[in-house]
């Protein structure tokens, strides 16, 4: 009989940690015991697995040595706080919240460096990348053999559900109260979302940059493992739900050869190139879906050292929960 281990989702009632749930029961994790641990405005609520309700316990009171491993699916200072106690417990540690530096918990996403998980020594700290940058890693990684690139450039559309639950409700609210042809009063966004689309998902930092694009740029270079990368991200806030949407421009040392990236990309794990006569959308294609969706692939209209492409990929699911459920199968399989 194969091992089974004892597994904690520490914010398992956003909508992050909800999805890792279904994914453990989906990928039949070879689990003893869940636990299911949140603040305590959320304790007592309780989620279904495998044919019963599993109830959220408040994380303050929780025994990390009960478990060998636990997903940190909820905010960053939440992660900062637990995070050092589950591990100095000998629980290793999943860090979806991008609390953790990437010296400490390297970024990783299966498909392009599981490699590093053999370095890491056991309790093990690793990190899932921002779901934008581990949607880019994807699909730039089959393409680095055959492509050397000058610059990246990303206009990502976000979707509302990159802000949690109440994003997913202020999209909703403000959506039903212009149907209704009632005043609308933004609330959680600074200003109208519904049917609308802002220049930016976050606070300016200092650079006049958001966080997400600074992350995303830092993220999408450590996992590639080239900090020579020049990267230029612009984050915008969608109003959609579910699924971010990517216009990708990557400047090249020589022109591009547009049947071998083709190739490549249909050959490559977790991605599904669409036919050059159609495109891919996040809510027709990505959402609920394991793979990253690519389209409109062509060169520059001036400069054959060029390519454009479009991307449609789940954010809550492919871009976090997926990528963490895969590297805990990854480190019970060979590490843990």
Known sequence: MSKLFNVAVIGATGTVGETLVQLLEEREFPLLNLHLLASSESVGQSLPFRG???????IDAFDFSQVQLAFFAAAEA???????RAQAAGCSVIDLSGALPADQAPRVVPEVNAEVLASLAVPVQVACPNATATALAVVLAPLRSLLTVRRLSVTACLAVSGAGREGVAELARQTTELLNMRPLEPRFFDRQIAFNLLART??????????????????????LADDALKVSATCLQAPVFFGDSLSVTLELV???DLLAVQAAL?????????????????VGDAVGQDAVYVGRLRSGLTDDAELNLWIASDNVRKGSALNAVQLGELLIKHYL
């Open 52 to 58: 019963k309700n599993v109830r959220v316990r408040d």
């Open 78 to 84: 939440v992660t900062l706080s637990y995070a050092p």
């Open 202 to 223: 976050e606070p300016i930092q200092g650079t006049g940059h958001t966080r997400s694009e600074l992350q995303i740029a830092a993220d999408i270079r450590h996992v």
């Open 254 to 256: 020589s022109a591009v």
């Open 266 to 282: 249909e050959a490559a794990p977790g991605v599904e190139l669409v036919d050059s006569d159609d495109y891919p959308t996040a």
